[in-house]
């Protein structure tokens, strides 16, 4: 199984950005599909995930500015990332969590400029 973040790039303070995440194939036992981002000398954190039930969780910090969605049809994850700020700036990955497992896409870079 392979996951290919994809969607990164420089951006305005106020802009837009939407992420995906392609993966390979159909992952059983899926437990939640999220995003998480690492910003130089950080501690990678979780910014929004999706439960296999539907239900979602955000960071405070992304709250009414990012939403995370997945086409099943094109087994995708998204993040769409509205008003990025100069703290948005890292390295997102995405992470599939199965019962057993953690898997991670190689990362995106996101940069914000003020």
């Known amino acids: 199984v392979q996951l290919q973040a994809s969607g990164g790039g420089l951006v305005q303070a106020g802009g837009s950005l939407r992420l995906s995440c392609a993966v390979s194939?159909?992952?059983?036992?899926?437990?939640?599909m999220g995003w998480y981002r690492q910003a130089p000398g950080k501690q990678r954190e979780l910014v929004a995930r999706?439960?296999?039930?539907?239900?979602?969780y955000y960071a405070d910090s992304v709250k009414g500015r990012f939403t995370i969605s997945r086409d099943n049809a094109k087994n995708t994850l998204y993040l769409q990332m509205n008003n990025l700020k100069p703290e948005d700036t890292a390295l997102y990955y995405c992470n599939v969590r199965v019962t057993t497992w953690d898997y991670w896409g190689q990362g995106t870079q996101v940069t914000v400029s003020s």
């Open positions: 194939e159909r992952i059983f036992n899926v437990l939640t």
């Open positions: 999706l439960t296999s039930g539907g239900t979602t």
